[in-house]
């Protein structure tokens, strides 16, 4: 009894919590406070006028201090600021660190470090120390001008305000107010946000009902045969949320999920028996079970008895493995009959279409195409048999994709008879429980046995590119995970490949190479361990390209150890220098990197640095940067800032570059781990500095990589406006994505020697003027220094390449 007291004793301390707000017209309406770097840097809360008058903001104070006078922190509006009707402020610690993060500026700072910002000065009449919110809990309130409480919320473990307080997110995601104009003093009123949005309020659909208060201790079982439907309610949030709650159901299934640290986690599926459903179609008949680590000793068929907490992971509402009880009270009882299901294409329609189902036992109506072939973790995707217009292309990440569904193996540690499957098959027979797994409705088949595959014929082989006189060839090739067998960092992470398989493994690639991409003069690479590596492949590639590739490699500070590296043709290109070029963020990138210089509060930006090779290709300068950008790896939204501040930086190397010599040759390759038109690619090729050379590529055909089913480009190869003169033609040659991981290890075939297809442009050197040829006047080797195929001496006092071949000096080339 002595927490409900304590609580009701803290809520005292702030009058009105109980009521509507003293005055509605200015509401919280999102807030950021777990950030992927710095809170004192990053965090930000949103406020709007949902009012029909100018509300005047001076002297209104945001703190996060529920007694006057205590020790957390509180800022007021400045003289003079007011916000109109509809209108919205985001008051942000710096403006440094919000604009690192989403590119623009805030409308106030706490901490002065931009004057072009209005300041938030400090009241200390409220509070004394510094604004911060605590990432486990904590309370965000706006009071007015004369101290009465505008609006309050609390979350994580702060039942101070709302109780239940709203859950707690990931670094990266805030919380936001939605409807912006719902305040039922509950936490229903807030739902978590993958993609933070400040200054854009959420104005769309109906308030939420408010959470209960969760159940005192002596009075928290309700009746066995309340409906599963009841527990999940008709809403993304279980109106039963934080409580503990008895309930019995059939088992429908069962799904092992192993993560990077291979630790195998399980959920159970249970759904009401024939003749306890609610009978309401808005909400679902089924519920995830989480049992941790412990496999629960159930069998489909199962009538199970669950007494556990309802919590909510990241969109799915499940029963906590903490304090759970099964009992099987008797076996053999058939299982419902699956709902069968046709999802719409819109995203937000998706979702709303899936979530009264969630949990629930669902099928297709008969025959379903692949759209995303069988990956290693035991999926695969695919789409309603009667869909046209495939593959889907995701340009955005607001693109309508909500048609597909993946298709997950009831483990995903052990594939067993699961089918391997690629892009074109049609399987029928797919049913099971629909789970919400990393941001995706998905479909856990049960059964193997029952799937029926019809497979499609292989298509034509792409043929490689026939260059003409005067042209050159520009490719990209991920090697995925190309590693030795040595364990180099002692984690688990890290790849450990037989002898036999790294030879096997080298073998594909340079199939790939030599017969689909015409030993290019340039191949970019990413996702290797180490130089040896491609001094291996150099070797196997020198009889069938009839040239060893020029090898560029500088090791990286990437955790794993894999970098990026530039293969040349030496009979063409001649290799100047190469750097790695490094930078620092105010971004908490947890990158250690010893070349890195970086001010205090600064990390290393790239654990894997932009390799910038200068080299002469037939007589002309090229500067080539092979990139490697931050993946999504730790949730979309909260590595994007990484993602978008590594392309400002290269673009702005770009406009240094074409600064000095508007007509230099910039090629900027990669895998930037982006869509084609995200803010990321979107920052890379501001101010047309760069254009991507992919997307002249017809769009049923542009894409390089597929994600749970859906295609998308994110690779590319951009070129400064005078190489984009000389573009010939573009092509991605689809070897890769579209098909099995199973075909990587069967030498037969030319697949899968990696997960992304291989992208190669053409350019026409003819359209570009070449440097005067010298008179051969023989050179001492004595300055000189060695390449691949000659030596070079660069004159640095007049910016001056010579080129050198046999002892002569046949080409020079100026540096403006």
């Known amino acids: 009894m002595k927490c409900w007291i304590g609580l009701l004793v803290g809520l005292v301390l702030l009058p009105g919590f109980w009521g509507q707000v003293a005055d509605g017209r200015i509401l919280l309406t999102e807030i950021y406070y777990a950030t992927p770097g710095e809170d004192t840097q990053q965090e930000w809360v949103e406020i709007a006028n949902v009012g029909t008058a100018v509300y005047p903001l001076a002297g209104v104070t945001l703190t996060d201090e529920e007694q006057p006078g205590g020790r957390e922190g509180a800022v007021q509006f400045p003289e003079g600021a007011v916000l109109a009707p509809g209108a919205v402020v985001v008051v942000a610690q710096t403006a440094v660190g919000f604009r690192a993060l989403f590119g623009f500026d805030p409308d106030y700072e706490m901490v002065d470090t931009d004057t072009a910002v209005p300041d938030m000065p400090p009241n200390p009449n409220r509070a004394t120390g510094p604004f911060v919110l605590n990432n486990g809990g904590d309370e965000v309130i706006l009071l007015a001008a004369d101290g009465r409480l505008l609006d309050a919320v609390s979350y994580g473990d702060s039942a101070l305000v709302l109780n239940p307080a709203i859950p707690g997110v990931y670094p990266g995601q805030s919380i936001a107010r939605i409807p912006a104009?719902?305040?039922?003093?509950?936490?229903?009123?807030?739902?978590?946000q993958t993609t933070p949005t400040p200054g854009q309020i959420h104005t769309g659909g109906d308030c939420a009902a408010a959470l209960p208060l969760p159940t005192p201790p002596a009075n928290d079982l309700p009746p066995i045969g309340v409906p599963i439907g009841a527990i999940q309610g008709s809403g993304s949030i279980s109106p039963r949320f934080n409580e503990v709650v008895t309930f019995r159901g059939v088992v429908t299934g069962l799904y092992a999920d192993r993560n990077?640290?291979?630790i195998t986690y399980y959920t159970l599926f249970v759904q009401d028996r024939l003749g306890d459903e609610d009978g309401d179609p808005a909400t679902s008949d089924g519920m995830a079970v989480f049992s941790g680590r412990q496999r629960p000793s159930v069998q489909m068929g199962d009538q199970v008895q669950v007494r556990g907490r309802v919590t909510e992971f990241f969109g799915l509402t499940e029963i906590d493995d903490s304090g759970l009880q099964i009992t099987v009270e008797a076996s053999g009882l058939p299982l419902p009959e699956p709902v069968i299901i046709a999802p719409p294409a819109d995203n937000a329609a998706q979702a709303a279409y899936f979530e009264p189902?969630?949990?629930?036992?669902?099928?297709?109506?008969?025959?379903t195409q692949v759209v995303g072939a069988t990956f290693s973790g035991c999926s695969f995707a695919v789409v309603d048999g009667a869909v046209t217009g495939l593959p889907l292309v995701r340009q955005q990440a607001a693109d309508p994709i909500g048609q597909i569904v993946p298709i997950l193996h009831t483990s995903d540690v052990d594939c067993g008879a699961f089918p391997h499957v690629k892009t074109g098959d049609r399987v029928a027979g797919l049913a099971g429980p629909l789970i919400y797994h990393f941001d995706q409705f998905k479909?856990?088949?049960?059964?193997?046995?029952?799937?029926?595959?019809?497979?499609v014929s292989y298509p034509p082989l792409p043929p490689p590119p026939s260059l003409a006189d005067g042209q050159i060839s520009i490719a990209l090739f991920n090697l995925e995970n190309h590693f030795d067998a040595f364990d180099d960092t002692g984690l688990a992470e890290e790849p450990?490949?037989?002898p036999a398989e790294i030879s096997h493994k080298e073998a594909k690639i340079a199939r790939q190479i030599v017969e689909f991409l015409g030993c290019p003069t340039l191949l970019g690479v990413q996702e290797v361990e180490n130089k040896t590596l491609l001094l291996a492949l150099a070797q196997t590639l020198a009889e069938p390209c009839g040239f060893v590739y020029?090898?560029?490699?500088?090791?990286?500070?990437?955790?794993r150890g894999i970098d990026v590296a530039l293969l040349s043709d030496p009979r063409r290109v001649v290799v100047h220098s190469a750097a790695l070029r490094q930078t620092c963020t105010l971004l908490d990138t947890g990158i250690t990197d010893a070349t890195a210089d970086c001010p205090a509060g600064q990390q290393p930006l790239f654990s894997r640095p932009p390799l910038a090779v200068e080299v002469v290709v037939d007589g002309r300068?090229?500067?080539?940067?092979?990139?490697?950008?931050?993946?999504?790896?730790?949730?979309?939204?909260?590595?994007?800032?990484?993602?978008?501040?590594?392309?400002?930086?290269?673009?702005?190397?770009?406009?240094d570059w074409l600064a000095a010599d508007p007509q230099a040759r910039l090629v900027v390759m990669g895998d930037f781990n982006d869509y084609e038109l995200s803010p990321t690619l979107q920052a890379l090729t501001a101010d047309g500095r760069l254009a991507n050379a992919l997307s002249t590529i017809p769009l049923p055909a542009r894409y390089s990589f597929v994600f749970s089913g859906a295609a998308q480009l994110i690779d590319g190869i951009l070129l400064s406006p005078a190489l984009a003169d000389a573009l010939a033609y573009a092509t991605i040659q689809h070897l890769n994505a579209d098909y099995p991981d199973a075909l990587a290890a069967d030498t037969a075939v030319p697949y899968q020697a990696t997960d992304h297809d291989l992208a190669l442009v053409v350019l026409n050197l003819t359209e570009m003027p070449a440097p005067p040829l010298m008179d051969s006047t023989p050179i001492a080797p004595t300055p000189v220094n060695e390449t691949g195929n000659g030596r070079w001496l660069w004159l640095s006092g007049v910016g001056m390449l010579v080129i050198v071949v046999g002892g002569t000096a046949v080409w020079l080339v100026r540096r403006k």
């Open 357 to 367: 189902l969630e949990g629930m036992r669902v099928a297709f109506a008969g025959e």
């Open 550 to 559: 020029e090898v560029t490699h500088r090791e990286s500070a990437d955790i």
């Open 443 to 455: 479909l856990v088949q049960q059964e193997t046995e029952v799937l029926r595959v019809t497979a």
């Open 181 to 192: 104009y719902c305040d039922g003093d509950t936490a229903a009123d807030w739902q978590p």
């Open 621 to 655: 300068p090229f500067t080539v940067i092979v990139n490697h950008f931050k993946s999504k790896r730790g949730g979309e939204a909260e590595t994007a800032p990484q993602r978008l501040a590594q392309a400002q930086f290269l673009n702005d190397l770009a406009a």
């Open 496 to 498: 450990k490949p037989t």
């Open 260 to 262: 990077a640290a291979g």
